[in-house]
């Protein structure tokens, strides 16, 4: 388990044959094959993506078909030695805001039968500036805050009790991994929600698994906004504390190297939770035979962001690096943003249509072959596995001078430890 006295290298597994449509094309052969070769490398946790909409199509229904195939999936990753993380309801996924559809829109009957309760009549909101995915379609989002949206709540909790309940005991899983993301689609309504929300969904998983261990993760938005979610926050209801490092936010402005937004990110986020934490979403994309390495403007979240498009070299690079910097930093585990790369014809339907870095991000491109990463990973995980002590964990930072002014801070303390090296 992931605790103070242990270190867990994993990656988030996406097949390459399906990638973000593995429940709804799942291939047992290739899920068996490709979980194998994941363990084979050196990887101890492998994270699934319960993807919402695939699992809850409607607030009080479950698909049965998408909960058989997530246990051939765990009893296939605790065959080969893997310990499994499932995230529940992950809103930000592979550089895109993604929703079920019966959620995207305002809850009137809710509204009305609160009304006749005696409760305030909510306002039906019109369409946001934001895109969100949402039954397989780019829509302005509509949704409500999902850190406090009651009927986004209860159909939240519905979840927790039918997976939790179901896979509560199950060997293969390391620890569940709540929400993702909810912060990019709207700002909580206070940092108190937040906080409250995580209080909410940690105690209804414990009724059905009671020995579930839970994870909370932050986002640079998060971090730069005083309602969070707030690492201290996480910290206090979950088990487990993790950052999100992917593309999209993380302070490259100005980077002296690669690896400094991610080390800086688990920094951060240590010293306010005061506690090891896990680094999540770690990766760099590497050009395709037409392509020549350098940066490109791509879509991540709806906004446009430079990212740096590597040589298989230098993506090696980067990994060993950063895996090895995180490590030394004193990180509870480093879990990288994806084990292969997608076939082409993956390309041309969301969310990769939009967001081009996550096609060539894996560690295998998309006809099966190990890129250089592969080996720097094998590695690593050779060193943390003889290694008798881990390294100390970040210094506590001053919480309240930090959440005075989030954004100006965050900008401020990036400089310097940029600056530092």
């Not at 291939?27 to 979980?35: F, M, S, T, Y």
């Not at 101890?44 to 999936?73: K, S, Y």
């Not at 209080?199 to 906004?225: F, H, M, N, Q």
């Not at 339907?349 to 250089?372: Q, S, V």
């Amino acid at each position: 388990m992931t605790t103070n006295d242990t270190f867990s290298l994993g990656v988030t597994y996406w097949p390459r044959r399906a990638g973000p449509l593995l429940w709804q094309r799942y291939d047992r052969g290739a899920v068996r094959e490709e979980l194998a070769h994941i363990a084979a490398i050196g990887f101890d946790t492998v994270r699934f993506c319960v993807l919402w909409e695939d699992f809850q199509p409607g607030p009080e229904r479950i698909n049965g078909r998408a909960m058989r195939r997530l246990e051939h999936a765990l009893d296939t990753a605790h065959a080969v030695g893997l310990r499994v993380v499932l995230a529940l309801f992950p809103v930000a996924l592979l550089g895109q805001l993604q929703v079920p559809s019966w959620a995207n829109g305002p809850d009137i009957a809710g509204a009305l039968r609160r009304a006749r309760r005696g409760q305030p009549l909510m306002l039906v909101r019109p369409p946001g500036v934001i895109s969100v995915l949402t039954g397989g379609r780019y829509r302005p989002v509509q949704c409500g805050d999902l850190f406090s949206d009651p009927t986004m709540i209860e159909a939240q909790r519905y979840l927790v009790r039918e997976t939790g309940g179901y896979f509560g005991d199950h060997p293969a899983v390391l620890a569940w991994q709540l929400g993702e993301g909810f912060e990019r689609v709207h700002r909580p309504e206070s940092e108190q929600a937040v906080s409250q929300w995580f209080a909410l969904l940690t105690d209804e998983l414990k009724i059905v698994a009671p020995r579930a261990v839970c994870l909370g993760v932050v986002s640079p938005t998060g971090l730069k906004r005083r309602s969070g979610p707030r690492p201290e926050h996480v910290a206090k209801h979950c088990a487990l504390t993790g950052v999100t490092v992917d593309l999209a936010e993380t302070p490259v402005d100005h980077q002296a190297r690669h690896t400094n937004p991610a080390a800086y990110l688990h920094r951060l986020t240590a010293g306010l939770s005061e506690r090891r934490v896990v680094v999540l979403g770690v990766g760099m994309p590497t050009i395709t035979h037409a392509e020549t390495a350098g940066c490109f403007e791509d879509d991540l979240y709806g906004r446009t962001a430079p990212v740096y498009r590597s040589t298989p070299g230098e993506q090696a690079e980067f990994i060993h690096t950063v895996l090895e910097r995180l490590y030394d930093d004193g990180a509870a585990g480093v879990w990288l943003a994806t084990y292969a790369d997608f076939l082409e014809e993956l390309w041309q339907a969301p969310p990769l249509d939009r967001t081009r870095c996550y096609r060539t991000m894996g560690l295998i491109d998309a006809l099966g072959r190990e890129k250089a990463s592969v080996e720097a990973v094998r590695e690593f995980a050779r060193r943390v596995r003889s290694a008798s002590t881990l390294p100390a964990q970040p210094s506590a930072v001053d919480a309240e001078r930090y959440w005075s002014d989030p954004e100006r801070t965050f900008r401020e303390w990036w400089r310097e430890f940029n600056s530092s090296g």
